[in-house]
């Protein structure tokens, strides 16, 4: 049985959304509760990657690290105007469609368009943004 994804959550990503993930059963660490406060994103990164977490933010900056080549085990972009419950439920999705696929994760992806989340497998182009599907997936 595959390990289930757990995502580490900025300090930008509102506490509800960890509360919401985790009563449907998505396992979640806030960068809070890692007592990571204060912290450059590099460490973050660094902390996540050792860890084995997503990294989930709307901090645009984790997207130039990554694009550096600064490793990592994974990361959700989310654009600022996502609703709590938009986050909740493409999360939900991710955790469900990911799962066990680990090498996916250090490719990253984002919260883009409004279609399916089940059709982001299908739909991946490696090295490729992939607006035609829910979740935009980027090499």
Not at 104 to 122: I, N, P
């Amino acid at each position: 049985m595959s390990d289930p994804v757990c995502f580490y959550l900025d300090e930008h990503i509102p506490s509800a959304v960890a509360e919401g993930l985790r009563n449907r059963g998505v396992e979640v660490v806030m960068l809070s509760e890692a007592e990571m406060l204060g912290a450059r994103d590099e460490e973050h990164l660094d902390f996540a990657r050792r860890k084995g977490y997503v990294v989930v933010s709307h901090d645009d900056d984790f997207l130039r690290l990554v694009a550096e080549g600064h490793s990592h085990s994974g990361l959700v972009y989310v654009p600022r105007e996502r609703s709590i419950g938009e986050m909740i439920r493409g999360l939900r999705r991710l955790a469900d469609v990911f799962v066990g696929e680990r090498d996916d994760w250090s490719r990253g992806v984002s919260l883009g368009s409004r279609r399916r989340a089940t059709d982001t497998k299908q739909n991946r182009q490696p090295g490729r943004l992939n607006s035609t599907a829910d979740l935009l997936v980027f090499g």
